[in-house]
């Protein structure tokens, strides 16, 4: 929250750069697969990319309301961000905004893309899943995966299933190629902050301070795992 970034060396330990341009609080970091860089998106209105191994700032892309996620094509070539009433395409190479996906009112607090490209996603306060044709910004499908809002979501490596995250304290796995949902997973007491995959499994943490391991070809539960003292907002697997 405080606008700052910090570059660590993994294998030492040591802390490389302590970046502080942004003012606002960081909503996402993603590193670009192509070269040695990443971005990072604010709430100051900015995307900015940096060149991990200097620590040196390469680019900053304005916006004119607070940017609240992001996902980066597989390609590294556009990045896609969730602000007020729309997800952003933006090419990363020309610093231009290529396309704009309408939510109406609602804000994209969480986005993803495909692997291949082909398709967008966003999810926010209304519990909607929204899932658009990345070449014409056609909105394809509008999933009402759940009552209340959604707060994470990630694409399976089929490219053809997402599973979210939500208040309502439970998970769903939809179909984004058919607009459908396919199950509901129930194994938390509060509302669930994040969910994380890989293959068919899935980890999700939770505000009730329990991180719960599901099983997504199934629709089960697998493991609850206990220990946390406090809300579990960000998972990885």
Not at 215 to 228: I, K
Request: proline share 1%; aromatic share 6%.
């Amino acid at each position: 929250k405080d606008g700052m970034l910090k570059v660590w060396e993994i294998r030492t330990a040591r802390l490389r750069h302590t970046l502080s341009e942004h003012w606002a609080t960081i909503h996402g970091i993603v590193a670009l697969p192509t070269r040695s860089e990443f971005i990072s998106v604010s709430e100051d209105h900015t995307m900015r990319v940096w060149d991990y191994v200097t620590g040196k700032l390469k680019r900053t892309l304005g916006k004119s309301s607070p940017i609240q996620s992001l996902s980066v094509a597989a390609d590294g070539r556009h990045a896609y961000v969730g602000v007020r009433r729309a997800v952003e395409a933006w090419d990363l190479e020309t610093g231009k905004l290529v396309r704009s996906f309408e939510v109406g009112t609602d804000v994209a607090r969480v986005v993803a893309v495909t692997r291949d490209g082909s398709r967008v996603l966003s999810g926010g306060g209304d519990g909607t899943v929204r899932v658009w044709d990345t070449s014409n910004a056609r909105q394809l499908f509008a999933i009402r995966a759940h009552r209340r809002d959604i707060w994470d979501l990630a694409l399976l490596s089929d490219d053809r299933h997402a599973v979210t995250a939500s208040a309502d304290g439970s998970l769903q796995l939809v179909d984004i190629r058919q607009g459908i949902k396919v199950c509901r997973l129930k194994g938390h007491r509060t509302e669930v902050l994040a969910v994380a995959v890989h293959g068919s499994r899935a980890i999700s943490g939770s505000s009730d301070r329990t991180l719960v391991y599901w099983d997504l070809a199934h629709g089960r539960r697998l493991r609850r795992l206990e220990g946390h003292q406090n809300v579990i907002d960000d998972v990885a697997i």
